[in-house]
């Protein structure tokens, strides 16, 4: 499970999730009318909580494609020479997105209180891999000027000119969209029959997963090798029901990270493969304004989708508990590493 924050390019960027549960009753009929009425009740049958989703998953193919159109779009121009961009992290504190392009890093303000760009672009052209790093370096850095920003349909596209101390001005072109920060950054290379997943989740790896379902029948594992987490919970589940539908066995290597939203997809394995050494962390999610998810009541609806998705992946009633233990294990800020007997006990390892 991750944060419940969400992005979306050009107006929204935080919202908290809402569902509704289902409920069930019973009666007992009343009694004949005798002197001595014997004390009769009609059994109770449990009954299966409503399945709550906040993508319905008549809805989710839809989402994937406007994804995917979305995701096309992104574009970086500099100078009149076009890269992809790809998310790197958000400062919420400082009203940042980082991202990544093909020489280095680009910064983006964003008013995430609002939920809107703001006219502030910065690039560092850097072959550093840290951005840290890539700050201390002034002469990486070219400055956005007279940057305005249009919207277009889904997209806001950024225009204006870029400065460098000695290199002078070039002009810059970005479009952006809430694909960029939806997508995650999983690459999966498949070799023989083992598919391995390396990076956070997101709608892109809904993506590539259904991709391997598809295309290589020869795959039955998925070896999940740094996955820390997801950007998007919203897709992340069904990328889980991907993954149990198509009964593939998950696994963790000794020297595999997997926490957060990368831990609900490998619950979502039909088999699991536990090595001694991985690492497996939980904790608990925090709605936009800041509320820590094991504080709700275990009846707030904005438990719902969770409690679904893992009722189908561990059942009715580990399911639930497995959740409901996150949540308590650490909070938002932190992570838990999940001890062997936690694993056995929530049948992580089978």
């Not at 840290?130 to 007279?146: C, I, M, P, Q, S």
């Not at 002009?171 to 391995?196: C, F, K, Y």
């Not at 598809?214 to 594992?221: K, L």
Request: charged share 20%.
């Amino acid at each position: 499970m991750n944060t419940t924050y969400k992005l979306a390019l050009p107006l929204t960027v935080a919202f908290i999730l809402s569902a509704c549960g289902g409920s069930g009753s019973s009666t007992t009929p009343a009694p004949t009318a005798t002197v001595n009425p014997p004390t009769t009740t009609t059994p109770t049958t449990p009954t299966t909580p409503e399945a709550v989703h906040h993508i319905d998953p008549s809805d989710v193919a839809e989402y994937v494609e406007n994804f995917k159109l979305q995701y096309d779009a992104l574009d970086l121009q500099i100078d009149g020479v076009s890269y992809d961009l790809s998310f790197l992290e958000e400062k919420r504190k400082d009203n940042h997105i980082y991202a990544t392009y093909e020489k280095g890093f680009v910064i983006i303000g964003f008013n995430f209180k609002e939920g809107e760009p703001i006219s502030e672009l910065l690039v560092l052209e850097t072959e550093l891999d840290n951005v840290d790093e890539a700050f201390a370096d002034t002469n990486a850095y070219l400055v956005g000027n007279d940057i305005t920003i249009e919207f277009d349909d889904d997209n806001a596209i950024y225009s204006g000119t870029l400065s460098h101390l000695t290199k002078g001005s070039f002009p810059i072109r970005m479009v952006l969209n809430e694909s960029l920060t939806q997508a995650g950054s999983t690459q999966v290379n498949v070799d023989g029959t083992t598919a391995t997943i390396t990076g956070e989740a997101g709608t892109l790896t809904y993506v590539q997963i259904s991709d391997v379902i598809s295309n290589r029948p020869e795959v039955d594992t998925l070896l999940l090798q740094h996955v820390p987490g997801s950007v998007n919970d919203d897709i992340n589940m069904h990328t889980g029901r991907l993954i149990r539908n198509a009964q593939l066995t998950t696994k963790v290597a000794e020297n595999s990270v997997i926490s957060s939203g990368g831990v609900d997809l490998f619950a979502a394995g039909f088999n699991r493969i536990y090595t001694d050494g991985a690492f497996v962390g939980v904790h608990s999610w925090a709605t936009s304004d800041g509320v820590e998810a094991s504080k709700l009541d275990k009846n707030d609806a904005l438990h719902g989708a969770q409690l679904t998705y893992f009722r189908e992946m561990l059942g009715e009633s580990l399911g639930p508990e497995f959740y409901f233990f996150t949540l308590n294990a650490a909070p938002f800020e932190s992570i838990h590493q999940m001890t062997l007997a936690e694993l056995e006990k929530y049948l992580l390892i089978m």
